[in-house]
């Protein structure tokens, strides 16, 4: 089971900071990863961030301005996003790597110009 929350309306240039909360899985197991929505267009990874060693991955529209954590104490992970822009509009999904895969219901993320 994973909640989202942090999203919101934000002008450009603005930051957000999304979180994750994960109950009713091993949560220090598991890959997570952020991913995104926009209307009419494919869901899109932004982020992720293994189980161990804390690797992470940025999709290159993100990269340099977005920045994923995770606590494994308090099963959460969040995504700070720092310089947002109107294409990063979309709804934010948390996933866990769990076979097969959690996700949480998402937060909107909004980013007026």
């Known amino acids: 089971h994973l909640v989202e929350s942090g999203g919101g309306l934000v002008h450009a240039g603005g930051s957000l900071r999304l979180s994750c909360a994960a109950s009713?899985?091993?949560?220090?197991?598991?890959?997570m990863g952020w991913f995104r929505q926009a209307p009419g267009k494919e869901r899109e990874e932004v982020s992720c961030?293994?189980?161990?060693?804390?690797?992470?991955y940025y999709a290159d529209s993100v990269k340099g301005r977005f920045t994923i954590s995770r606590d494994n104490a308090k099963r959460a992970v969040t995504l700070q996003m720092n310089r947002l822009k109107v294409e990063d509009t979309a709804k934010y999904h948390c996933?866990?790597?769990?076979?097969?895969?959690?996700w949480g219901q998402g937060t909107q993320v909004t980013v007026s110009s």
């Open positions: 009713g899985l091993s949560f220090e197991h598991y890959y």
């Open positions: 996933y866990a790597d769990t076979q097969p895969g959690t």
């Open positions: 961030i293994d189980s161990n060693y804390g690797r992470t």
